[in-house]
Each structure stands twice: as structure tokens, then as C-alpha cells.
């Protein structure tokens, strides 16, 4: 099993900054990503940043600029500090990894998810 942690979130005004971060741990030896996802209300939940096992990352085009991903030594927790938020990127934010798996294919992984609000 995979277990993820996350810390941070919270109400921020528009321009403002947070840090949100998420610990994996279990059996993460595999684990191919690590990173955040959102999910706004109607909306489809959607990619925000991730960074790979080999340290490449991702981010979406909406947040390129504001956001930046980061992890620690051990690869097991990233931070992902927000920066110029705006009243758009009001929404739960999930941390995900996925894991291969032995006999192929990956497995998805999802925290519980930490509101963001951003509103004056």
C-alpha cells in the first residue's frame, strides 16, 4: 500500500502565496511520478505540477511561471509553492503518484485533498 500526506492549504487572497506539500510512503519503490492534481467545482480534475523519478517535471500551462514543484533528497515529498494565486485557482488540490507495477502497467495513488481558496 501507499500512503500520501499532504500539509498546507488554506484562504489567500488573490497575489498571495502558499506551500502546499505531500509525503509518500509504503511501497513507493517504483513510484514512476509525484505531484499535484485540482479540482475545481463543475470542472474535471486536472494535472498542476509533477515531477518524475529521474527529476524532470511537468506543469500546466495555466500555472507555468507561478507555481514550482520541488522535492526533498529522498525523492519522497514534494513541495509545491504557489505563487501570483488568483480566484481561478480556487480548488481541491490532490496530491498522486503512481507506481509501476511488476507485471506492468502503474498503479494511481490519490491523498484526501486540501481546499485552496483564493478570494479577497
Known amino acids: 500500500q501507499v500512503q500520501l500526506a499532504e500539509s498546507g492549504g488554506g484562504l489567500v487572497q488573490p497575489g498571495g502565496s502558499l506551500t502546499l506539500s505531500c509525503t509518500a510512503s509504503?511501497?513507493?519503490?517504483?513510484?514512476?511520478?509525484l505531484g499535484w492534481f485540482r479540482q475545481a467545482p463543475g470542472k474535471q480534475r486536472e494535472l498542476v505540477a509533477q515531477?518524475?523519478?529521474?527529476?524532470?517535471?511537468n506543469y500546466a500551462d495555466s500555472v507555468k511561471g507561478r507555481f514550482t514543484i520541488s522535492r526533498d533528497i529522498a525523492g519522497n515529498t514534494v513541495y509545491l509553492q504557489m505563487n501570483g494565486l488568483k480566484p481561478d485557482d480556487t480548488a481541491v488540490y490532490y496530491c498522486?503518484?503512481?507506481?509501476?507495477?511488476?507485471?506492468?502497467?502503474?498503479?494511481?495513488?490519490w491523498g484526501k485533498g486540501t481546499l485552496v481558496t483564493v478570494s479577497s
Open positions: 498522486n503518484t503512481y507506481i509501476a507495477l511488476q507485471l506492468g502497467g502503474a498503479q494511481d495513488y
Open positions: 509504503g511501497n513507493i519503490e517504483n513510484m514512476v511520478a
Open positions: 515531477v518524475t523519478r529521474g527529476g524532470s517535471t
